[in-house]
């Protein structure tokens, strides 16, 4: 029975690992083959957004002193600048399209007594730094009593900027009273 047995065993073990050895082969073969028809790539549409930007204005908050003048018989003016003032287009804005930056004053007016009114206040605009296509202008007023073009851009193509750091122009009176005069210089960009 010893012999039965002994090749019994042998005939069993044969067969485990002719099962193992197939069920290996059959796993194998499965993974590395895919179905008829499925697809081994694949693509995901992704998308961004650019919203359109703004036509914006940056002004110095403080100008300081723009200069002092001692008082005379015929006067005189005080120059000096303002500070740097910006504006940027990023609107994207069609061809040929432009903006205006303007300017206003209110009087200097001292702590007593009389003002200067904003009809003796000036303004040029200088160098014009730019960035992008378009053709600026400095309009340079005399009179800053109402609403005045200092800065205009024409002949636009897409974003652009410009940068430039106006003079202040005070006619100051002969006979004005000595003080300090302060006053409010306004800009704003359509």
Do not use: C
Not at 1 to 20: I, K, P, Q, T
Not at 72 to 86: A, F, K, N, R, Y
Not at 162 to 174: C, E, F, M
């Amino acid at each position: 029975m010893r012999g039965l047995s002994a090749a019994w065993n042998r005939s069993r073990r044969g067969f485990e690992l002719g099962a193992v050895v197939a069920s290996a082969l059959a796993l194998v073969t499965l993974g590395a083959v895919a179905p008829a028809g499925a697809d081994t790539t694949g693509g995901t549409t992704a998308t961004i957004t650019v919203q359109g930007g703004f036509l914006s204005l940056t002004v110095p908050s403080d100008a300081g002193n723009l200069g002092t003048l001692q008082n005379t018989v015929g006067g005189g003016t005080i120059s000096g600048p303002l500070g740097t003032v910006q504006v940027s287009d990023a609107r994207s804005a069609a061809a040929g399209s432009g903006w205006v930056a303007s300017v206003i004053a209110s009087a200097f007016t001292p702590a007593s007594g009389p003002a200067i009114a904003a009809s003796a206040v000036g303004y040029s605009a200088g160098p014009i730094t730019k960035v992008g296509t378009a053709t600026y202008s400095a309009n340079d007023p005399a009179n800053l009593t109402g609403v005045s073009p200092a800065v205009t851009a024409t002949g636009i193509t897409g974003d652009n900027s410009a940068t430039w750091n106006p003079t202040i122009h005070v006619a100051i009176a002969g006979g004005t009273l000595a003080g300090v005069y302060s006053a409010t210089i306004t800009h704003s960009v359509v």
